[in-house]
C-alpha cells in the first residue's frame, strides 16, 4: 500500500504550483504586451553611437495621376506624305499653267475663226485642248485635296497643318523633327486634363521630363491596340536618347491629397509587410505597419494616412531597431523554454 503525503506537504506543493503559473502567466503577459507595442528601448549613450537618424515630417501635397506608358512614334511615313504633297503641289501649279495656256489659245483661235480668219477644225482641236488641261488640272488638285484628307485622317489637325506647308519647313515643323513625339493612350475615354504630362525611360518620376499636347491622334498602323483615346504629345525637351517606350504620369482632375513623404530608406521589411519606427522619446522607438504607400521618386514615398505630420520617423538605422526588436525577445523565449 503507498504511503500518502502528509496534509501539509499536499498543500505546499500546490501552492508552488500556483505560483510558477501565475509566474509564466505574468511572463506571456509581458511577452504578448511588447509585441502589441512594437517598441525598442535604447539607452541614449547607446543611440548616439548607432548611427540612427530621424526626420520630422512635414504635411505634403500631392497632385493625382496616373501611371501609363508612352511610345515614341515614329515620323518617316509622315515626312514622306509631305515629300508626297509637295510633288503634288508641283504637278498642280504646272497643270495651272498649262490650263491658263489652253484657255488664251482657246479665246485667240475663237476670235479669229469668228473673223472667219480661221478653220472651225482648229477651233474643235483647241476646244479638246482645253478639255484635257482642265481634266489634267482637276486630277492634280484632287490628288492635293487626298493628301491633305488622308494626312488629317491619320495624324490630325495640328500635325498635318505643320508638315503639309509650302516653301521651307516651317519652325513649328522643326520643333516636331528635333524632339521625340509620343503617342499616349488615355485610359475609360477620358479627355486630358492638363496639356502637360511627364515622361521618363525607366519610372524615374523624380527625373521625368515634361511633355505638351499637340492633338488628337488616330491609332497608328502596326501599334498595338489600347483601351482608351489616344493623343499626341510633344517632349518640351530635346532627347537625350532613343527609347522607344517610355513611363508617363497623366495628371487627374481633382483636388490635391494631403499626406507625409518619407525616405525608402525609412522602410524595414518584416514578413513581407512594410513597417517604419517612430520616435516617441529620447530612447524609445515604435514600429509602425505600412499599408499603403505610394513610390513617387526612386528614394521616397508616399504615405497618406498611417502618418501624420510632426512624427518623427527614423530615416537611417530603421534595419537595427528592428534587429534590436527581436533580440530583446530572445531571453524571454529561452526561459520559456525552461520552464
Not at 17 to 35: E, F, R, T, V
Not at 40 to 51: E, K, N, P, S
Not at 172 to 201: C, E, G, V, W
Amino acid at each position: 500500500m503507498p504511503k500518502l503525503l502528509p496534509l501539509h506537504s499536499i498543500l505546499s506543493l500546490l501552492i508552488s504550483l500556483c505560483y510558477s503559473i501565475s509566474y509564466a502567466a505574468d511572463d506571456d503577459n509581458k511577452y504578448s504586451s511588447l509585441q502589441a507595442e512594437s517598441t525598442v528601448y535604447i539607452d541614449t549613450a547607446i543611440l548616439a553611437r548607432t548611427g540612427i537618424k530621424t526626420l520630422k515630417l512635414v504635411n505634403t501635397q500631392l497632385n493625382p495621376e496616373i501611371e501609363t506608358f508612352a511610345v515614341r512614334v515614329n515620323l518617316a511615313s509622315l515626312i514622306n506624305t509631305r515629300k508626297e504633297y509637295l510633288n503634288a503641289l508641283a504637278q498642280q501649279e504646272t497643270a495651272s499653267i498649262k490650263l491658263q495656256q489652253s484657255q488664251r489659245n482657246f479665246q485667240r483661235i475663237k476670235n479669229l475663226q469668228r473673223d472667219q480668219a480661221i478653220s472651225t477644225r482648229k477651233l474643235r482641236d483647241q476646244q479638246t485642248q482645253l478639255k484635257i488641261d482642265q481634266t489634267l488640272f482637276n486630277t492634280a488638285q484632287l490628288q492635293v485635296s487626298t493628301i491633305q484628307l488622308y494626312t488629317q485622317e491619320k495624324w490630325g489637325k495640328v500635325l498635318s497643318h505643320r508638315f503639309l506647308s509650302d516653301g521651307e519647313p516651317s519652325v513649328d515643323m522643326m520643333n516636331i523633327l528635333t524632339r521625340p513625339l509620343y503617342l499616349i493612350y488615355h485610359p475609360d475615354q477620358t479627355a486630358p486634363s492638363s496639356k502637360t504630362i511627364f515622361l521618363q525611360a525607366f519610372g524615374r518620376r523624380d527625373k521625368a521630363q515634361s511633355a505638351s499636347l499637340i492633338d488628337h491622334a488616330a491609332i497608328l498602323d502596326n501599334h498595338p491596340q489600347q483601351t482608351g483615346t489616344p493623343y499626341f504629345y510633344l517632349s518640351d525637351q530635346a532627347a537625350e536618347g532613343y527609347h522607344q517606350r517610355l513611363v508617363a504620369w497623366l495628371p487627374l482632375k481633382g483636388n490635391k491629397v494631403s499626406g507625409v513623404v518619407i525616405p525608402a530608406s525609412a522602410l524595414v521589411w518584416h514578413l513581407g509587410q512594410a513597417f517604419v519606427y517612430l520616435q516617441v522619446d529620447n530612447d524609445q522607438f515604435k514600429r509602425t505597419e505600412i499599408t499603403q504607400k505610394k513610390l513617387i521618386y526612386t528614394n521616397s514615398y508616399f504615405i497618406q494616412h498611417e502618418l501624420q505630420p510632426d512624427d518623427i520617423v527614423v530615416s537611417v538605422g530603421a534595419q537595427l531597431l528592428l534587429s534590436e526588436e527581436f533580440r530583446a525577445q530572445i531571453p524571454a523565449e529561452n526561459d520559456d523554454d525552461d520552464d
